[in-house]
């Protein structure tokens, strides 16, 4: 991967409303460098740690999407509540005959995807979950942050119970599960895969 075309898309925690000066500061570490290296970054538009990289990834020269579930600026401030400047470009969705905000939010995942062979995922709940698994069916090389817990921790346990059982490895061949115990190892193996 060319160093000023490295692609990657951030997913995490938005729910937590009290995140420590610890987290931000981590998520802020990456962001940092995400810039300097002058990476392409895609994340939900949303707040949280995603908002925390995108809004440092900006201030340090990088080019951040954020991929709203909202139709346009207004509803995404009002309706989902997000920020618009932890990003570059915002890119609102489609009409679609889905009007409630899980449909719009499954869509939006869904949509991210093809956007990045890389994929960091930090913390979060239910969304970040599914968006770990949307990332593993896409065969992403995903980069999981140990140290934010939440999804990623589930997703690996979930992960670890099926490849131990599963013979078909088809299944999961092409996807590739990197473990990062803190926000440093994640950008050594950034600084590995934009090599």
């Known amino acids: 991967m060319a160093k000023n075309k490295f692609r990657i898309i951030v997913n995490g925690g938005t729910n937590?409303?009290?995140?420590?000066?610890?987290?931000?500061?981590?998520?802020?570490?990456?962001?940092?460098?995400?810039?300097?290296?002058?990476?392409?970054?895609?994340?939900?538009?949303?707040?949280?740690?995603?908002?925390?990289?995108?809004?440092?990834?900006?201030?340090?020269?990088?080019?951040?999407?954020?991929?709203?579930?909202?139709?346009?600026?207004?509803?995404?401030?009002?309706?989902?509540?997000?920020?618009?400047?932890?990003?570059?470009?915002?890119?609102?969705?489609?009409?679609?005959?889905?009007?409630?905000?899980?449909?719009?939010?499954?869509?939006?995942?869904?949509?991210m995807q093809p956007f990045a062979d890389v994929v960091v995922c930090l913390g979060g709940s239910w969304g970040t979950y599914y968006e770990c698994q949307l990332a593993f069916w896409y065969k992403k090389i995903i980069l999981v942050v140990e140290e934010f817990g939440g999804a990623c921790e589930a997703f690996l346990n979930t992960y670890d119970f099926f490849a131990s059982r599963d013979t078909l490895a088809s299944v999961h061949e092409g996807a590739k599960i990197i473990r990062c115990k803190t926000v440093d190892d994640a950008i050594k193996e950034i600084v590995q895969l934009n090599t």
């Open 16 to 111: 937590n409303k009290n995140y420590s000066a610890q987290e931000k500061a981590q998520c802020e570490k990456l962001g940092e460098y995400l810039g300097s290296i002058g990476a392409e970054v895609k994340t939900g538009g949303c707040g949280g740690y995603p908002y925390f990289v995108g809004k440092k990834a900006v201030e340090t020269g990088a080019r951040v999407w954020g991929q709203s579930p909202a139709l346009n600026e207004k509803e995404h401030l009002e309706k989902f509540g997000y920020p618009i400047d932890g990003v570059t470009d915002m890119i609102y969705a489609k009409p679609q005959k889905f009007a409630n905000k899980a449909e719009s939010f499954l869509l939006r995942m869904q949509e």
